[in-house]
């Protein structure tokens, strides 16, 4: 009987086996390949503004408390209030709501503590004493005059010991630069003495400036511009509204100032290391990642991908700052640490079977969403998204499997295809018709052999009687 039901039982096996469908699996993998966190902190040679850990000691410190000292300047030939302008009510306001934000965004790390003066301090020079260079914004010799002079100014009733940045609004009318600006090092006096400070140009008292200042900040910690700051005219074309220093003054989605990146979170300190995921993708990795805004134990992971380059992945949910993102997701970006403040030291990472952003649209819709993947032409590590909760996303992180990866593509903008290209994962099983074929082979295959030993048998008994 044993011998009998070999060959069905063995198709049948081969037949159940291959009939199972193919899925991709949420459990976590057998090994988790993680390295430690030091091997994902990018360093950078460039002196202050750039995304490494190396940041420049000029830089004030993100925890603790930051002494803000504010300045209204104004000058002999516009000033800074009239009848019915509402001018410091507006400023307190402002700074009042960048303030929140940035406590808030740091989790109670940060406490910042702001010393206004009650008047204006008035320039000793005309606007005409202040020219922007052209691109609405000073040079480094009138933006430094500039912030001396207002300093100077305010001496006689303003006491400036113990300030970590200085923060100097003005009334814009041209010729002065229309674009805010920042320095970590500004020198006052012939003998060393120098500055933080942030200038900051208001066009009206009713101008909302709060996103501005929250941009700014992220200067006086060592940030670099995210935007295009080189190009005429700028804009957002490397990273969208995703972090504050990219666009922090509005994109026209309902948004002026969206949630600061993982990356930055994690070098400003706000999050520790233990709530960072350094991956190692020789070996698949599952990572749940909590939402940003939730700062649970797992905010993000990041795959080194060079010694100045690197993968980080995140979850972003429409809460808080990011209350108005229009699709929640995970978000991956590609930092390099060795391009320079407003070249794209910052890039979003677009999800397979689509092309690199171009419109605000097209960036706030780059997120992943379950069953679609980054693939990252530098390395070939894949980013898949398994499961998506209201809290959380599940994300499988592999390295380069046999599919042959684009050539000759940069690593932040990918060989391009139609923007409207539905993303297509790989098959990750046989493909059902051919299994399906297979297992017929297997079974009338298993079925003719069992015909033919009981007729050999048959045979066998019919001799052995006869003799």
């Known amino acids: 009987m044993r011998s009998r039901m070999s060959a069905p039982l ?58 803000v000292q504010a300045v209204y300047a104004d000058f002999p ?55 922007e260079s052209g691109d609405a914004a000073w040079g480094n010799r009138v933006f430094h005059e500039f912030v001396t002079d207002a300093i100077a100014a305010a001496a006689p009733t303003i006491d400036f010991a113990g300030a970590d940045v200085v923060w100097v609004f003005y009334p814009w009318v041209a010729p002065l630069a229309a674009r805010a600006q920042a320095d970590n090092f500004v020198p006052l006096t012939p003998d060393g003495e120098v500055f933080r400070a942030i200038t900051m ?24 511009d995210l935007y295009d700051a080189v190009a005429p005219g700028g804009g957002s074309p490397f990273l969208g509204s995703w972090d504050p220093m990219s666009d922090g003054w509005g994109d026209g989605a309902a948004l002026e100032s969206w949630e600061f990146m993982g990356w930055h979170l994690w070098r400003l300190g706000w ?53 108005a993102i229009p699709r929640p997701g995970v978000l991956v970006t590609v930092v390099d640490s060795e ?28 997120t992943l969403l379950p069953g679609e993947r980054y693939t990252d032409p530098g390395t070939g590590v894949t980013v898949t998204v398994l499961e998506s909760t209201g809290g959380s996303d599940l994300v499988r992180i592999a390295g380069p499997d046999a599919t042959p990866q684009p050539q000759g593509t940069s690593a932040a903008e990918p060989a391009a295809e139609p923007a409207d290209a539905v993303a297509i994962l790989p098959p990750t099983g046989s493909e059902p018709r051919a299994a399906f074929l297979t297992a017929m082979v297997l079974v009338l295959a298993g079925g003719a052999a069992w015909s033919a030993t009981r007729t050999r048998r048959a045979l066998v008994t019919r001799r052995s009687g006869s003799d």
Request: proline share 8%; net charge negative.
């Open 271 to 323: 999050i520790d290391d233990d709530q960072v995921t350094c991956v190692d993708p020789s070996t698949p990795i599952d990572v749940t990642l909590d939402a940003l805004t939730q700062r649970g134990g797992s905010v993000i992971a990041v795959v080194p991908a060079g010694e100045h380059r690197a993968l980080v992945i995140e979850s972003r949910k429409a809460e808080r700052y990011d209350a």
């Open 201 to 224: 140009p208001k066009p009206g008292s009713d101008a909302v400036v709060a996103p501005v200042i929250v941009h700014e900040t992220g200067h006086t910690f060592g940030f670099p």
């Open 10 to 67: 063995i198709a049948l096996a081969l037949v159940s086996g291959l009939l199972v469908p193919a899925t991709i699996p949420t459990g976590q993998p057998a090994v988790a390949a993680a390295r430690p966190v030091a091997e994902c902190r990018l360093e950078s040679s460039w002196r202050q503004f750039n995304e490494g850990f190396a940041i420049d000691e000029a830089a004030a410190d993100a925890t603790g408390t930051l002494t």
């Open 339 to 366: 391009v320079g403040t407003g070249e794209g030291p910052v890039r979003v990472a677009p999800r397979d079977g689509t092309a690199f952003p171009v419109t605000t649209e097209e960036f706030a819709n780059a």
């Open 77 to 131: 030939d516009q000033r800074g209030g009239g009848d019915g302008e509402f001018w410091l009510e507006h400023l307190h306001a402002d700074a009042a709501q960048a303030i929140a934000n940035l406590e808030t965004q740091s989790a109670g790390r940060l406490d910042v503590v702001i010393r206004e003066p009650a008047t204006w301090v008035t320039l000793p020079h005309g606007t005409s004493a202040y020219p």
